[in-house]
C-alpha cells in the first residue's frame, strides 16, 4: 500500500527559532496533500491543503506566513513553523490520500 | 472545521466486553471512515464504509452508517486491553478529512 513518511517524528525547538517537518510519499505520486494539527486531548484539524507546483490552501483561522508549505515536487511537501512560540507545540500530521498518514511529528517549543 | 460529535467522549469498559462508539456529521458524504489513535502516536486506518453501504465488518470491528441521520457508529466485540486508543470518525471532502472529535476507550483487564 501507498507509504508516507514524515520527518522528524519529534522535535524541540526555542521561541522564535522555525522547524520543518517534511511529508514524503515513497511510492507514489501526491500532486495533493494534507496538513492536520491536533492539540492534546482534542481532534485533528486539517490546518491546509498542499498543492504541487502553486500556493497552499489553508484553512481559516490558519496563519499563512506562520506555517509556510512548500509542495515543490511530486514526493515531498514541507510545513515551516515560523517564529515558533510554545502556543504552536502540537502534533503534526500529514497525509497525502485518505487514510494514508505520515507517523506525525510531536513540536515542542520551549 | 469539525464535521460532528462523537458519543461518548470516553468510555471504559472490562476485557470481553464490546465497545460501542457513535458518531454524527453535517454534511452529505461519499464515505466515512473510522481511525484508531494510540496515544501520541499515528493514525491507523480501521475501516472505511462507503454512502451506499448500511453496516460492514472487518475482525472484531463492525461499522453502520445511516445517511438518513447522518449517523455511525463502531463497534468493537470481545474487547481487549491492545484496543485501548483514541477512535475517530472522519469524513472525506475531496480527500481532505474532516474528524470527528473522538472517543476515548480505555479497556482494563
Redesign the interface.
Known amino acids: 500500500g501507498a507509504v508516507v513518511s514524515q520527518h522528524p517524528s519529534w522535535v524541540i525547538c526555542k521561541s522564535g527559532t522555525s522547524v520543518k517537518i517534511e511529508c514524503r510519499s515513497l511510492d507514489f505520486q501526491a500532486t495533493?496533500m494534507?496538513w492536520?494539527r491536533q492539540f492534546p486531548k482534542?481532534?485533528?484539524?486539517?490546518m491546509a491543503?498542499s498543492n504541487e507546483g502553486s500556493k497552499a490552501t489553508y484553512?481559516?483561522g490558519v496563519e499563512k506566513d506562520k506555517f509556510l508549505i512548500n509542495h515543490a515536487s511530486l514526493t515531498l511537501s514541507t510545513l515551516t513553523v515560523t517564529s515558533a512560540h510554545p502556543e504552536d507545540s502540537s502534533?503534526y500530521?500529514c497525509?497525502a490520500?485518505?487514510?494514508?498518514?505520515?507517523?506525525?511529528t510531536?513540536l515542542t517549543v520551549v | 472545521?469539525?464535521q460532528g460529535e462523537e458519543d461518548p467522549q470516553a468510555l471504559s469498559i472490562q476485557e470481553g466486553e464490546n465497545a460501542t462508539m457513535n458518531c454524527s456529521y453535517k454534511t452529505s458524504i461519499n464515505n466515512l471512515?473510522w481511525y484508531r489513535q494510540n496515544s501520541?502516536?499515528?493514525?491507523v486506518?480501521l475501516i472505511?464504509i462507503r454512502s451506499n453501504e448500511r453496516e460492514k465488518h472487518s475482525g472484531r470491528l463492525r461499522v453502520t452508517l445511516d445517511t438518513s441521520k447522518k449517523s455511525s457508529s463502531l463497534l468493537i466485540t470481545a474487547s481487549r486491553a491492545a484496543d485501548t486508543a483514541s477512535y475517530?470518525c472522519?469524513t472525506?471532502d475531496e480527500?481532505?478529512?474532516?474528524?470527528?472529535?473522538?472517543t476515548t476507550l480505555s479497556v482494563s483487564s
Open positions: 495533493t494534507f492536520y482534542q481532534s485533528l484539524m486539517l491543503t484553512e481559516q502534533f500530521i497525509s490520500r485518505p487514510a494514508f498518514f505520515g507517523q506525525g510531536r | 472545521s469539525q471512515q501520541g502516536r499515528g493514525l486506518h472505511l475517530f472522519a472525506d480527500g481532505a478529512l474532516i474528524f470527528g472529535k473522538g
